[in-house]
């Protein structure tokens, strides 16, 4: 695949059944009555911090990401690529682009989380040179599980 034909562009709300298409056929769990509503993710992509990005060839949707940042650190999450479309360097291609935004605006930290069962993700950024830091633990807090 040509990298060249491929077009990243910036998520519309209106677009919100074809993101959640994506998730369910890239394997990514969500939370549809939660931070993944329609009505929370139209008020995520309003935050000037957040950008959910749509990666298409010949204008159809084939993979996403969400980036982030809390103006020291940006965060990568939700890289789907539809599988498909897999090990054609798309997903490095939308990381290297999300990386690049992030760094045009000061960022020079960029870290995202992986879950354990999530083999490709953890094999995709060790590959671009993203390391690991198994001694970390992570917390959160939730309202509800929903969230």
């Not at 911090?49 to 969400?66: A, M, Q």
């Not at 999450?77 to 290297?96: D, F, H, K, Q, V």
């Not at 870290?111 to 490709?120: F, G, M, Q, V």
């Amino acid at each position: 695949m040509n990298l060249a034909n491929l077009k990243i562009r910036d998520f519309e709300i209106e677009e919100y059944d074809i993101l959640i298409e994506l998730w369910e056929k890239a394997g990514l769990p969500y939370r549809p009555l939660g931070r993944d509503s329609k009505v929370n993710i139209s008020k995520q992509i309003e935050q000037p911090n957040i950008s959910f990005l749509f990666v298409e060839i010949e204008d159809k949707v084939i993979g996403s990401i969400v980036i982030s940042h809390d103006g020291r650190k940006g965060w990568i999450n939700r890289a789907a690529i539809l599988p498909e479309y897999r090990n054609l360097g798309i997903a490095s291609y939308l990381i290297e682009n999300a990386e690049k935004r992030l760094n045009k605006i000061g960022i020079k930290i960029i870290a995202c989380l992986i879950e354990d069962w999530n083999l490709k993700s953890l094999k995709l950024f060790d590959k671009l040179g993203y390391i690991r830091h198994p001694d970390i633990i992570y917390f959160t807090k939730r309202e509800s599980a929903e969230v």
